[in-house]
């Protein structure tokens, strides 16, 4: 059975993982920079790629250490190659060469989307392709048809800002520090979904694709108003993300032909409101719902050394002057959704 070392490093998370090809899990590192963005209240670029080359090779060495194998006992090196903040995929791609190099083995440059897209099937066995896929994180908001490992076809992306980033940017207006996602979730706890009128961007539209601009202004205005408690706007907030996430992806099952089920990753994937309103949306539908758990949304190594496995068992891998990519789109085909910004 491959055993794939996998690296990870495009965007605040140093990791390192071991994985096989029976999706065992053998060990899982990560250093988060969280504590050092914080006073900036986002990810610094430079920051980020300097606190990737310190960390890097020591979360390997720890990584190897806790599953109890050599680098000589790995069949492949995973690293991701994009798309993300440059500086920080050179560290771990450029780690990932010169360990391949060093121990002879192949390198597999794995699309971080990617990673996100296959770790369901890492988390679960009994996911099988075609499926829908909603991937939601700080720089994505798409809707995917996933046909195989490789084979990617987006039937929609956000004309703006990604999920994850409207959750960030609505922490920082109403002071609830980062990272954005886990303290909105945590404050709408405490609020009202019905407390603040706020718009559902793209709500009916034919197209499944999303918007989440109008939002962010929309709860710009409502903290500047002073009517609203600051945790009955998150709470609104997250709702009315909530149903522009159910009606697009119910629009998507709509489309998507022969999926044989409902899927969601990425970072956003972790909020409990979004995964239980997409498992309804699911059991309305007669589709099967997947999710990973909590530690395997966000960004890690585990599904960087999954995807790893996935593309070693399809037989593809890469050359060692293969090049790191900020932008790296998963389905290279897709048209330009109107209005889309350049984000990666
Ligand atoms: O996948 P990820 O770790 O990194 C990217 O590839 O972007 O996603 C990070 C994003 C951030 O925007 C973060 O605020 C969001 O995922 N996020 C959440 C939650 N946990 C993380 N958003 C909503 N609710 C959460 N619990
Ligand atoms: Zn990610």
Redesign the pocket.
């Known amino acids: 059975m491959a055993l794939i070392l996998g690296l990870e490093s495009?965007?605040d998370e140093t990791a390192a993982a071991l994985v096989t090809g029976a999706r065992a899990v053998l060990a899982h590192r990560l250093a988060t920079q969280e504590a050092q963005h914080r006073p900036f209240g986002g990810v610094v670029p430079e920051i980020a790629a300097r606190a990737h080359v310190e960390v890097m090779t020591p979360l390997v060495e720890q990584a190897l250490a806790e599953a109890g194998v050599r680098l000589s006992d790995v069949d492949a090196i995973a690293a991701t190659a994009g798309p993300?903040l440059i500086g920080g995929v050179m560290v771990g791609l450029v780690t990932g060469k010169a360990l391949a190099h060093a121990a002879g083995k192949p390198l597999i440059a794995v699309n971080?989307?990617e990673?996100?897209a296959l770790s369901p099937r890492l988390a679960n066995p009994n996911l099988h392709f075609p499926y829908l896929l909603l991937l939601v994180?700080?720089?994505?908001c798409q809707l995917l048809f996933v046909e195989g490992v490789g084979r990617y076809r987006r039937l929609a992306t956000t004309i703006d800002d990604a999920a994850g980033e409207a959750f960030d940017k609505t922490a920082k207006l109403l002071g609830l520090g980062f990272p954005g996602g886990p303290a909105v979730e945590q404050a709408a706890k405490q609020g009202d979904p019905k407390a603040v009128p706020l718009p559902r961007p793209l709500l009916g539209a034919r197209e499944p694709h999303f918007s989440f601009a109008g939002l962010k202004s929309a709860v710009l205005r409502a903290r500047d108003a002073g009517l609203y408690r600051p945790e009955d706007i998150a709470a609104s907030f997250q709702q009315a993300v909530v149903d522009c996430l159910i009606d697009r992806t119910a629009r998507a099952i709509d489309i998507a032909d022969g999926a044989t089920a409902l899927v969601v990753a990425?970072?956003v994937a972790a909020n409990g409101t979004i995964r239980a309103a997409l498992e309804a949306l699911a059991a309305r539908q007669g589709l099967p719902f997947f999710a990973p758990p909590l530690w395997l949304c966000?960004?890690n190594a585990a599904m960087i050394g999954w995807a790893g496995a996935e593309r070693f068992a399809a037989g593809l891998t890469d050359p060692l002057d293969i090049a790191a990519r900020p932008r790296w789109p998963l389905d290279p085909d897709a048209e330009k959704a109107r209005g889309a910004g350049v984000k990666a």
């Open positions: 495009s965007c993300g971080h989307l990673g996100h994180s700080g720089g994505h990425g970072g966000t960004d």
